[in-house]
């Protein structure tokens, strides 16, 4: 099965893939609402109005797997999300990124290296992962803004010209 194959769920509950985004660069990211990242929220919102109309999209995936940090129902993360960030990218169902009952997706994911060479576990909220339109990953830690200028020149590098 491709990355693009693994089946998601929405926040919602309804059924999708990464197939849905086919040709559009992705960053998955893994969010919680009470993070010292969680105000990386707004920046993510910035991409994604900066590019969604050029083949770009977010896709928050919430984990509450560092700390308890992301305690909330699917229906108060929702709340949360739109309320204080007006986010307006979509959001998935609350996944486990590490262990037992670790989503396929990161079990896919967490293969690929950052810029340092270092690949495994996802280590903390907002790790970010950008998906090219040829496959390409590009992998950011925690503490790299969604604005930063590697993760601009990863979205801009998979965008149709």
């Given at each position: 099965?491709?990355?693009?194959?693994?089946?998601l769920?929405?926040?919602?509950?309804?059924?999708?893939?990464?197939?849905?985004?086919?040709?559009?660069?992705?960053l998955?990211?893994?969010?919680?609402?009470k993070c010292?990242?969680?105000?990386?929220y707004?920046?993510l919102?910035?991409?994604?109005?900066?590019?969604?109309?050029?083949?770009f999209t977010?896709?928050?995936?919430?984990?509450?797997?560092?700390?308890?940090?992301?305690?909330g129902?699917?229906?108060?993360?929702?709340?949360?999300?739109?309320?204080?960030?007006?986010?307006?990218?979509?959001?998935?169902?609350?996944v486990?990124?590490?262990?037992?009952?670790?989503?396929p997706?990161?079990?896919?994911?967490?293969?690929?290296?950052?810029?340092?060479?270092?690949a495994?576990?996802?280590?903390?909220?907002?790790?970010?992962f950008?998906?090219?339109?040829?496959?390409?990953?590009?992998?950011?830690r925690?503490?790299?803004?969604?604005?930063?200028?590697?993760?601009?020149?990863?979205i801009?590098?998979?965008?149709?010209?």
């Amino acid at each position: 099965m491709s990355l693009r194959d693994i089946p998601l769920t929405t926040i919602s509950g309804e059924e999708t893939s990464l197939a849905e985004h086919a040709n559009e660069v992705v960053l998955v990211v893994n969010v919680a609402s009470k993070c010292g990242f969680t105000p990386q929220y707004e920046q993510l919102e910035e991409l994604q109005q900066r590019y969604g109309s050029r083949g770009f999209t977010v896709l928050g995936f919430p984990c509450n797997q560092f700390l308890g940090q992301e305690p909330g129902s699917a229906e108060q993360i929702q709340e949360f999300c739109s309320v204080t960030y007006g986010a307006s990218f979509p959001l998935m169902e609350k996944v486990k990124v590490n262990g037992r009952g670790q989503h396929p997706l990161f079990a896919e994911l967490r293969e690929v290296p950052d810029a340092s060479g270092k690949a495994g576990r996802v280590r903390w909220n907002f790790e970010k992962f950008v998906i090219a339109p040829d496959g390409s990953i590009s992998r950011f830690r925690s503490k790299t803004r969604p604005d930063d200028p590697e993760i601009i020149a990863a979205i801009e590098a998979g965008l149709p010209a």
